[in-house]
């Protein structure tokens, strides 16, 4: 029986943790929008184990995601950079892709303006944000919530990106992260039609992840949760858009271990990657290299080309970096470091099949040069 929470229980009443994704995320999004108005998290660098920057609103927090040019792979002429090892360095080529839609350098996105959306669907364990920032319920009890239009949002971007500008710094990226963005899919597509009101659609990009389970449908319903909320053309043409969709999951039961969700929901996820496809979203995905069985690799690969012959070349493989406070805190708690898998057999598998599939090894082409 699931619970009002989304939660299974088992024997006696324990809690075996089989969470229902669309079950949490009827819940989550009722409680996100209020009066035309959507929650945000007040103060996400602390939900990340931080203290809280020097920022216009503290519902923001920024984040540099290329330290190394090295993370890039691939310079602007789409050359491989030659000291890039897919072994050791992390592939952050968003700059980069956000250069090649709005043009200028790499340097001028760099610098991701991020709101998270306090609330998820799944439960996990790598997860860097603390989990009481990801259960809105709590966060209201907490007085951590904050009820703000796509309006003040954008407004208040722009005094952080006046604000940054004194210092030398570059802000034109603003990122709706959480928790699970797509449980407020219109807050970014309201976000995205204030800016062309503005005439800064092609100055200012918009950044997004899902972790897909908002594409899952209701038993025997022919519509997605996320169609009954935003019209998915009207968001998708947008050209200063980008998703990325995370894969918490390669197979069915590492998608249970990653997230304690019911492994039936495993192939709708996969639907729903395919449905953004379908509709043309500009999509980056991303696996987890060191939480994913590398005996499964062969086996999603597959299940990806299926969707688009050139998708696997779309996927990057990320490092999670378990040492931020929340993980760190859960994984002492929890026991769980033992679904750690080794990376460099999953990086080797990857690369084997992709030189096998397009002749070059990982990664294949700047992911934006990939044409789906
Ligand atoms: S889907 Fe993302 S936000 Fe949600 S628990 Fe997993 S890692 Fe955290």
Redesign the pocket.
Known sequence: MWDDQGVTQGFLGAPVMMQNPVKLARIWREAICSNGKFALDKNPSRSLGYPAQDLARSYFRQWQPIKDKRSLAFDENGAKIANFDPYKDSWFDYPLVVRNKLGGSWELYNLLTTIHVPA?????W????D?QA?NLQQMLKRDSIEYVSASDIVDAFLSQREMDKERGRKTNVLRV????PFLAPDLILQILKYLEMKDLSDEVFVWT?T?L?PFLKDDGSSKSLVEEWVDLRELAKYANLAVHP?L?GISPSNYHN??QCDPYYFDGLLSGLDMLVRLRFDVYPTIGSNVSPPSMIPYIFRRIRDIHKDLPQRFALIDYDLLYPPTRERILKTLKPTRLYNKLAVIRTWDRLLKECYGESYPVKPRHMVSL
């Open positions: 998820c669907t799944f439960s996990c790598h997860c860097y944000v989990d990801k992260s959480g928790g699970e992840e972790n389970s995370c918490h990653i997230t």
